[in-house]
């Protein structure tokens, strides 16, 4: 009875998923765009715009997979791109859009799946299928992401970047301070805050690849790992956008030339500049007034509340922390050089980060209760975090002057609502995972004179 529910579990969650595909492409098309599905589907031949990534799916579908056929399949993929390249170079086909690798990753994973599909039975095709999928939908992930923000600006002409800038007054403008720090840094400091900010999925892969490295010997899937906090993150986070659009204090404070110029980055400055309130970011912190929505181009997206780079940052270090000290170690550096990137950017405002946190803690409630079955323990703190979220969205609407001209009062409250999300989280955790008591030793036993 539980197998055939699961079952269908997972069908039904297949063809929610397929439709909500197929709405992208729908949606994509009507603004003149391909979709998620043929951009994936172009990738098979043309050149992909997401090599590194391709290969990272690649290597999580291995975690199914015996050391022989995992070499195997890294062959095969290697052996694909270095014909492909050849093939390009006869044909003086230059890659001027994307990466000159990436099609045998995703040729290898199509593969094994005709393999699970024709050659395989059982639990051996389903567990090949899971793992096929899971590679693929890292990949569909990222292109439906890209739907997700072409969206949000086609659909979101206004702008509310004045408010949250109001609101983050209160916190004391952390984006303008670390944009100097970045400034400070050079072209060395901001590059590498670039690698860690654009490599985040690699990152993620890492961790995921450290919880999955049992599957292919227990020939199972464990009940929770980072791949599934990341799909949800990445699911449910850009229906924020379309509620709250901001797109941040670089696009809407300043062209941020003599910024850019500096740290080796957009040396012509952002290219919605002319859309700018005023050139004052990271120089002058913008003043205090009564905001109101202001009118933005139709490119930028609105992809800043919550902060989503925050929010999956927040998610490996979570997962890395039951990993060796290396792994904790990385899962710490790419946490604190995320929030460092994203504000020293000017891609966020402090006020993102904080929703970004409390966001991700209650995914992760949500999907662990789920997991081990809901109790009154996980229901409270996952509507406790759904309403402290909703909250602050409606703080930063209604009440940004009052935050802006009460700091002292304002800021404090704003982080200990973050930090009870997290204490609340935490001692959740404990409860359901509780630390291995020592044995007790037996009592000596008197001996008899």
């Known amino acids: 009875m539980w197998r055939g529910s699961r079952t269908g579990l997972w069908v039904a969650a297949g063809v929610v998923a397929l439709g909500f595909l197929i709405a992208l492409e729908i949606a994509a098309r009507h603004y003149g765009q391909p979709g998620p599905i043929t951009n994936q589907a172009r990738e098979v031949i043309f050149a992909p715009k997401s090599g590194f990534l391709l290969y990272a799916g690649m290597a999580l579908m291995m975690v199914v997979l015996t ?74 992930g990222r292109k439906t992401g890209d739907i997700w ?41 901001s590059n590498l805050l670039n690698i860690v900010y654009s490599q985040l999925a690699v990152a993620a892969v890492v961790v995921a690849l450290y919880q999955l490295r049992n ?14 906090t990341f799909l949800v993150i990445g699911l449910l986070g850009p229906a924020t956008y379309m509620i709250f659009p901001v797109v941040g204090p670089v696009f809407a404070y300043g062209t941020g030339l003599e910024h850019w110029s500096s740290v080796g980055l957009w040396p012509e400055g952002p290219p919605s500049g002319q859309w700018a309130v005023a050139d004052l970011w990271p120089r002058t912190l913008p003043p205090i007034s009564t905001p109101h929505p202001m009118p933005f181009d139709e490119v930028t997206p609105r992809n800043c509340m919550p902060s989503l780079h925050t929010a999956w940052a927040v ?7 039951k990993g ?43 999907l662990r209760s789920y997991d081990r079955g809901w109790d009154r323990a996980g229901v409270r703190l996952v509507a406790y975090g759904t309403t402290v979220f909703a909250a602050l ?57």
């Open 67 to 140: 050391w022989r056929q995992r070499f195997i399949a890294a062959g095969a993929a290697i052996g694909i791109d270095i014909a492909f390249a050849v093939v390009r170079w006869a044909v003086d086909a230059r890659v001027t859009d994307g990466h000159p690798f990436g099609n045998g990753a995703l040729w290898v994973m199509l593969g094994y799946a005709v393999i699970a599909v024709t050659r395989r039975t059982g639990r051996e095709r389903v567990l090949l299928l899971k793992g096929v999928g899971l590679g693929l939908l890292l990949v569909a």
């Open 149 to 189: 923000l072409l969206i949000t600006s086609r659909t979101r002409p206004g702008v509310l970047d004045q408010y949250v800038a109001t609101a983050d007054h209160a916190l004391g403008n952390p984006s303008w301070l670390m944009g100097r720090i970045v400034t400070a840094t050079g072209p060395i400091g």
């Open 215 to 228: 599957v292919a010997a227990e020939r199972r899937f464990p009940r929770h790992h980072l791949v599934r």
């Open 315 to 321: 998610a490996i270090f979570i997962h890395s922390r």
């Open 324 to 366: 060796p000290r290396t792994l904790r170690f990385a899962g710490t550096f790419w946490l604190l050089a995320t929030l460092g990137a994203t504000l020293g950017f000017g891609y966020h405002y402090g006020v993102d980060l904080i929703v970004g946190v409390v966001f991700t803690l209650t995914v992760e409630a949500a």
């Open 393 to 449: 969205l409606v703080s930063y609407r209604y009440l940004p002057l009052e935050m802006a001209r009460h700091p002292w009062l304002y800021g404090p409250l704003l982080i200990l609502t973050m930090i009870s999300v997290i204490y609340g989280y935490a001692r959740t955790v404990a409860l359901w995972e509780p630390s291995a008591a020592p044995a007790r030793q037996p009592e000596r036993q008197p001996e008899l004179v």
